[in-house]
């Protein structure tokens, strides 16, 4: 069936009329509203049949492009169509122990904040089509990106992220309470968080337990990462040591988390693993949304807007050889 997106547009073709009728009501001298290449009222009086046709032909130009305004199109037949994009929450801690370098890049010694930088940007890279959201979490929790398909602007979001901006510690509970919030606002979402830490719930209004319990009500799937080495060498006053500097890593509470809501729980001891782990996450499939019936729309304004322009030229090329003939 034919449709109009822009019907309102008809009320632009009474407007020749209008004026006309102003004009006259005012009492000027009538000045008709002609397009340039329509005969004159003098010549249109010595040729009254022509000088209707050169009316009539001004009408059905005028109205050809008062329809092409209009927007014509051709409506299809109902086709079911399925949403077949992800929509994912990423908390990231920003609590101090994050500074500890003891991963590496290329060779190069970085603390746990920009090794998760540099593996995230490509993640977030590869989720053409996804929704993405970012939550930051240290003392409190807040939404640093809110859920956008713009993926450069949450790359940039984290890549603007520095160390203990909103404190220490660390309020596991809060960054979940929070996204678990934002994704009761989207019914229809498939409502998947990534919550990325290197320890243990220390602060926060909402405990983990509590948390879980929202996430479970609210059916969110929670994915957790726990970040860190499990040994690095230090240099003390008795020479060096083997140190664990992931010892306040809680994997039991994160690992229920995962489990308890349907996800899963990872452990990304170095960049090598942190990637293998984005790329698994990225082999999930995605949650597929309702169906929804959407018709296959094809513009038909050229139509008239062609013709229009044919007709046009047409009486151009009439007007010329008339004027020649005049002349000649």
Same mark, same amino acid.
């Not at 000045?31 to 010595?46: D, E, F, H, N, W």
């Not at 399925?82 to 990231?92: C, G, H, P």
């Given at each position: 069936m034919i449709d109009f997106?822009? #019907?309102w547009a008809i009320l632009a073709w009474p407007l020749p009329l209008i004026y006309w009728r102003l004009r006259k009501a005012y009492k000027q001298p009538l $000045?008709? /509203?002609?397009?340039?290449? /329509?005969?004159?009222?003098?010549?249109? %009086?010595?040729q009254p049949t022509s000088g209707r046709l050169s009316r009539y032909l001004g009408v059905l130009i005028w109205t050809l492009l008062v329809v092409a305004l209009m927007r014509p199109q051709w409506l299809g037949e109902p086709v079911s169509a !399925?949403?077949? @994009?992800?929509? =994912? =929450?990423?908390? *990231?801690d920003l609590s101090g122990s994050m500074e500890i370098a003891d991963m590496t890049i290329a060779g190069e010694q970085v603390?746990?904040?920009? =090794?998760? !930088?540099?593996?995230m940007r490509d993640f977030i890279e590869r989720r053409v089509g996804d929704r993405l959201g970012l939550v930051l979490f240290a003392d409190t929790a807040y939404v640093q990106a809110p859920m956008t398909f713009d993926r450069e602007t949450v790359k940039n979001m984290l890549d603007e992220t520095v160390l203990r901006l909103i404190?220490?510690?660390?309020?596991?509970?809060? @960054?979940?309470?929070?996204? *678990? !919030?934002? #994704?009761?606002?989207?019914?229809?979402?498939? !409502?998947i968080l990534v919550l990325v830490t290197d320890g243990q719930n220390t602060a926060g209004n909402v405990s983990p337990e509590q948390a879980l319990q929202l996430a479970k009500y609210y059916d969110v799937k929670i994915y957790t990462i726990g970040v860190g080495?499990?040994?690095?060498?230090?240099?003390? #006053?008795?020479? %060096?040591?083997? *140190?664990?500097?992931?010892?306040?890593?809680?994997?039991? =509470?994160?690992? $229920?988390?995962a489990t308890e809501t349907g996800g899963e729980y990872f452990r990304a001891r170095s960049t090598e693993e942190l990637e293998r782990i984005y790329t698994q996450l990225d082999s999930y499939e995605p949650v597929q949304g309702e169906n929804q019936l959407r018709r296959p729309q094809t513009a038909l304004y050229h139509w008239p807007l062609g013709a229009s322009w044919l007709l046009l030229m047409l009486a151009l090329l009439a007007k010329t050889k008339t004027i020649r003939r005049q002349h000649g």
């Open positions: 997106a822009w #019907f $000045q008709p /509203l002609q397009v340039t290449y /329509l005969p004159t009222m003098a010549s249109a %009086q010595r !399925k949403n077949e @994009a992800r929509e =994912m =929450m990423i908390a *990231v603390d746990r904040l920009t =090794m998760l !930088k540099h593996v404190g220490e510690r660390t309020a596991i509970g809060d @960054a979940i309470a929070l996204s *678990v !919030k934002r #994704f009761a606002e989207r019914e229809q979402s498939n !409502k080495a499990e040994e690095i060498i230090v240099d003390g #006053f008795f020479g %060096q040591r083997r *140190v664990n500097p992931s010892r306040d890593l809680d994997e039991g =509470m994160l690992r $229920q988390l």
